[in-house]
């Protein structure tokens, strides 16, 4: 892209010099139809978008550009990892499509909100009820208390859950025989 410069020497638009042919598939246009053409023209939503006065930052200072952006192109919603660096009186840019990545990533932070949100509805059930809750991982035979089961059996959290050994002693010596068949 080639700035094309007003009667002032301020950048006013650029000038595609060359797209490959993702570009032109993204695009929707051919190459020919692109070609020479300036970017404003072809592309008005850089202006609202910021695009383009971040690549005459680009021209003007020589820093390079590096956006995460969301472009509503005719087969909907995409997500572009953009990326431009100054050549000559213009720059070249590599638009990266990852909208597949950033469903992907919104899947996994809905999922995570989902269980939030469930384990919170437990918490609340459980602080109700005045219920707690204990696991016992048979593989490497541990036990795992929530918080409600430190508070409900007056035992300080930092000294962990109690041993099975522990546990059985707090059984009623005239069903401990029972709890040990189980």
């Given at each position: 892209f080639t700035?094309?410069?007003?009667a002032d020497g301020r950048i006013a638009?650029?000038?595609v010099d060359f797209l490959n042919e993702a570009a032109c598939r993204n695009n929707?246009?051919?190459l020919d139809v692109q070609v020479g053409r300036g970017i404003l023209e072809l592309w008005p939503a850089h202006i609202q978008t910021g695009l383009f006065d971040a690549y005459v930052?680009?021209?003007q200072s020589g820093e390079p550009l590096h956006r995460v952006m969301q472009m509503f192109p005719r087969d909907g919603d995409r997500w572009y990892d953009i990326r431009a660096t100054r050549l000559g009186d213009g720059f070249v840019a590599a638009w990266r499509d990852i909208s597949e990545r950033v469903r992907d990533l919104s899947r996994q932070r809905a999922a995570e909100a989902a269980l939030r949100a469930s384990d919170e509805r437990l918490r609340l059930a459980l602080n109700g009820a005045g219920a707690a809750?204990?696991?016992?991982?048979?593989?490497d035979r541990t036990?795992?208390?929530?918080?409600?089961?430190?508070?409900?059996?007056g035992r300080d959290p930092a000294a962990g859950p109690p041993s099975r050994a522990d546990w059985a002693s707090g059984i009623?010596?005239?069903d401990?025989?029972?709890a040990a068949q189980a």
């Open positions: 700035a094309v410069r007003g638009d650029f000038r929707g246009l051919a930052h680009v021209v809750v204990w696991e016992w991982d048979v593989r036990i795992h208390w929530s918080p409600e089961n430190f508070a409900l059996w009623h010596p005239e401990r025989e029972r």
